[in-house]
């Protein structure tokens, strides 16, 4: 007789035994965002590292109000800012060894100058050159990446195959609140913690996606607790708090390097700008919620750190705006230079061997742009725009 035929008489027999595979509890993120400066975690702190810190936040600031005027000039395409950010923006480019990789998104022009890149060459993409404007082996620096979140699954597969050749490298991937929502985040975030790619995730939560906010991007209880359903420990800190952020990133680093697997990252923090010179953020954001932010901006707090313990005087404030006005003066004069570019260019990095198409296509190209010389008059400078 069958169970079908005994409904009264039926028990299901108990499944096996289950207990989770990784116990989640070390994974969870804290309740509020981990913070240093203003704190007793701030006692001790060492001078040399908050001083350069401050130096290279001023320098920052600087640098986003110099390529928001050029884009007013003409000077360049689009300039998305990020000030209100600098403390992740030059903490994650100082949490990194030389060896390492940094993958940015277009946001992200900070961090790889506090990294060592050309200020001029981080802009050449967004100047709306057709290329990245530098060499990414030369200091490490993935192109800064327009498309949301595709730069980490490239970081996961740079640090994975690192580890495969025995190379002390880890790879640092940033992205926003809104690139979270993409498939590339659950991708990279997935194959990382599988196969313990040294990674660290940093997402900049900085409330809004252009004009959606975070309550609109996401129902979870944060961004760093979508770690745990990966299997990776979330961290939750204060993006605004440059030591803070360091500490966090420093050592979630060092976990990578030693084989302990990724870390998903989320600094909370503020866009103070606009998306970028091209958007209006008073259609979708009062000034009230600006201005609330303004109080907890990432150089007034470590100013403020570094007053209380007697480190900064006039006379350090005035050489660090100096410094900041000779990188903008130096900006601003070498991206006032029309660049010379040759068009044929376009065809050079395309393929190792260029494809029969894109042979005619050059032939046409070229034929184009004879003819057009030899109507016009000689230029000594070439082609320029
Ligand atoms: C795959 C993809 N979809 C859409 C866009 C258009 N887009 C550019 S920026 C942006 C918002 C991204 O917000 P977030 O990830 O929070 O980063 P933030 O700009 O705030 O730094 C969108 C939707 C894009 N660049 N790439």
């Given at each position: 007789m069958t169970v079908l035929e005994q409904p009264g008489s039926y028990r299901p027999t108990p499944p096996p035994a289950w207990r989770p595979r990784t116990d989640p509890a070390p994974l969870l993120p804290d309740a509020e965002p981990y913070r240093v400066l203003g704190?007793?975690?701030?006692?001790?702190?060492d001078a040399g590292l908050l001083l350069r810190l401050y130096g290279h936040l001023v320098r920052g600031r600087r640098y986003n109000a110099q390529a928001t005027a050029l884009t007013r000039q003409g000077r360049l395409a689009v300039y998305p800012s990020s000030t209100g950010q600098e403390a992740c923006e030059v903490a994650a480019a100082l949490a990194?060894?030389?060896q390492d990789w940094l993958f940015p998104s277009y946001r992200d022009t900070l961090a790889a100058v506090a990294r060592g890149l050309d200020p001029v060459q981080a802009l050449t993409l967004l100047r709306g050159?057709?290329?990245?404007?530098?060499?990414?082996h030369e200091h490490r620096i993935a192109p800064?990446?327009?498309?949301?979140?595709?730069?980490l699954p490239h970081a996961v597969g740079l640090a994975h195959a690192a580890r495969l050749k025995g190379d002390d490298v880890v790879a640092l991937a940033m992205v926003g609140d809104g690139g979270t929502s993409e498939g590339d985040f659950h991708e990279a975030l997935n194959f990382a913690a599988v196969w313990r790619a040294p990674v660290v995730f940093l997402v900049?939560?900085?409330?809004?996606?252009i004009s959606v906010p975070l309550a609109k991007q996401t129902a979870a209880p944060?961004?760093?607790?979508?770690a745990v359903g990966y299997g990776m420990p979330g961290r939750l800190v204060d993006g605004n708090d440059a030591v803070a952020v360091h500490e966090v990133l420093t050592e979630a680093v060092q976990r990578a390097r030693e084989g302990g697997g990724p870390t998903l990252v989320e600094a909370v923090t503020y866009?103070?700008?606009?998306?970028?010179?091209?958007?209006?953020?008073t259609r979708y954001r009062s000034d009230a919620e600006v201005d609330t932010w303004r109080g907890h901006d990432p150089i007034a707090l470590l100013e403020q750190e570094l007053t209380a313990r007697k480190l900064l005087d006039e006379a350090t404030v005035a050489a660090e705006q100096e410094a900041a006005e000779r990188m903008a003066a130096d900006l601003r004069e070498r991206m006032n230079q029309d660049p010379v570019l040759d068009p044929?260019?376009?065809?050079?990095?395309?393929?190792?061997e260029q494809t029969a198409q894109l042979r005619e296509q050059a032939e046409m190209l070229r034929a184009e742009l004879d003819a057009a010389a030899e109507a016009a008059p000689a230029s000594p400078e070439g082609t320029q725009r």
């Amino acid at each position: 007789m069958t169970v079908l035929e005994q409904p009264g008489s039926y028990r299901p027999t108990p499944p096996p035994a289950w207990r989770p595979r990784t116990d989640p509890a070390p994974l969870l993120p804290d309740a509020e965002p981990y913070r240093v400066l203003g704190t007793e975690a701030a006692d001790g702190l060492d001078a040399g590292l908050l001083l350069r810190l401050y130096g290279h936040l001023v320098r920052g600031r600087r640098y986003n109000a110099q390529a928001t005027a050029l884009t007013r000039q003409g000077r360049l395409a689009v300039y998305p800012s990020s000030t209100g950010q600098e403390a992740c923006e030059v903490a994650a480019a100082l949490a990194l060894q030389e060896q390492d990789w940094l993958f940015p998104s277009y946001r992200d022009t900070l961090a790889a100058v506090a990294r060592g890149l050309d200020p001029v060459q981080a802009l050449t993409l967004l100047r709306g050159d057709w290329h990245t404007g530098y060499d990414p082996h030369e200091h490490r620096i993935a192109p800064l990446c327009t498309p949301l979140a595709t730069q980490l699954p490239h970081a996961v597969g740079l640090a994975h195959a690192a580890r495969l050749k025995g190379d002390d490298v880890v790879a640092l991937a940033m992205v926003g609140d809104g690139g979270t929502s993409e498939g590339d985040f659950h991708e990279a975030l997935n194959f990382a913690a599988v196969w313990r790619a040294p990674v660290v995730f940093l997402v900049q939560n900085n409330g809004f996606a252009i004009s959606v906010p975070l309550a609109k991007q996401t129902a979870a209880p944060s961004l760093a607790h979508k770690a745990v359903g990966y299997g990776m420990p979330g961290r939750l800190v204060d993006g605004n708090d440059a030591v803070a952020v360091h500490e966090v990133l420093t050592e979630a680093v060092q976990r990578a390097r030693e084989g302990g697997g990724p870390t998903l990252v989320e600094a909370v923090t503020y866009r103070m700008d606009a998306h970028t010179n091209a958007d209006d953020a008073t259609r979708y954001r009062s000034d009230a919620e600006v201005d609330t932010w303004r109080g907890h901006d990432p150089i007034a707090l470590l100013e403020q750190e570094l007053t209380a313990r007697k480190l900064l005087d006039e006379a350090t404030v005035a050489a660090e705006q100096e410094a900041a006005e000779r990188m903008a003066a130096d900006l601003r004069e070498r991206m006032n230079q029309d660049p010379v570019l040759d068009p044929m260019d376009l065809f050079t990095h395309v393929y190792a061997e260029q494809t029969a198409q894109l042979r005619e296509q050059a032939e046409m190209l070229r034929a184009e742009l004879d003819a057009a010389a030899e109507a016009a008059p000689a230029s000594p400078e070439g082609t320029q725009r």
